[in-house]
């Protein structure tokens, strides 16, 4: 059996779940989220409200990947309308910004022109500073995947480093060439 799978999730924070069908819906104080399971599992709520039990019908293997992934998901909506997730970016580099107008996000690195990224609905971004920006949301997937968006515009280089990256990331850094005698 799986072992992620098979560990109930618990409802904390005054998240509310409701489950119809295939449909779950997860509120909290963050905001709203719903996801539709395969059929190859069923989920259930405890009689108080308080776990959440998912379980497949059947050993077959794409019965087994889904019990896991479909819990996981769900644990990450209910982690994400209580506490939210948020991604932070550092932009490095000499005259390299980040600069936030209406729901465009205006990046300058090192292109001839300025390059603007819409904000997803449901995403807050904001810049505390120039060489930083803080994505935040209650859908997991929505953040990393704008922040990764983001960083892919500029990945750091290997030679100065310079470019977007997330915070705290090591950019290994190449010898250049050097000179010979």
């Known amino acids: 059996m799986s072992r992620i799978g098979k560990k109930p999730v618990s409802v904390v924070g005054g998240a509310k779940v409701s489950i119809n069908g295939a449909?779950?819906?997860?509120e909290g104080p963050k905001?709203?989220?719903?996801y539709?399971?395969?059929p190859e599992v069923s989920v259930a709520l405890s009689e108080d409200g308080k776990e959440i039990v998912?379980?497949?019908?059947?050993?077959?293997?794409?019965?087994?990947a889904y019990h896991g992934l479909t819990r996981a998901i769900i644990n990450n909506m209910?982690?994400?309308v209580t506490k939210g997730y948020e991604k932070k970016l550092e932009v490095v580099g000499v005259g390299y910004l980040a600069a936030i107008s209406g729901?465009?996000?205006?990046?300058r690195v090192g292109y001839a022109n300025e390059l603007h990224r819409k904000i997803p609905t449901g995403l807050t971004v904001t810049c505390?500073?120039?060489?930083?920006?803080?994505?935040?949301g209650c859908d997991k997937?929505?953040?990393?995947?704008?922040?990764?968006e983001i960083r892919a515009l500029r990945k750091p280089e290997p030679y100065k480093g310079k470019g977007v990256r997330y915070q705290g990331e090591q950019v290994k850094i190449k010898p250049g060439k050097s000179a010979t005698k």
């Open 78 to 80: 209910v982690e994400g």
């Open 141 to 148: 997937q929505s953040v990393g995947q704008f922040a990764a």
């Open 23 to 26: 449909t779950i819906e997860v």
């Open 54 to 64: 998912v379980s497949r019908d059947s050993d077959e293997r794409p019965a087994r």
């Open 128 to 136: 505390p500073d120039q060489t930083h920006v803080v994505i935040q």
């Open 103 to 107: 729901d465009t996000l205006q990046l």
């Open 31 to 34: 905001g709203k989220l719903s």
């Open 36 to 38: 539709e399971h395969r």
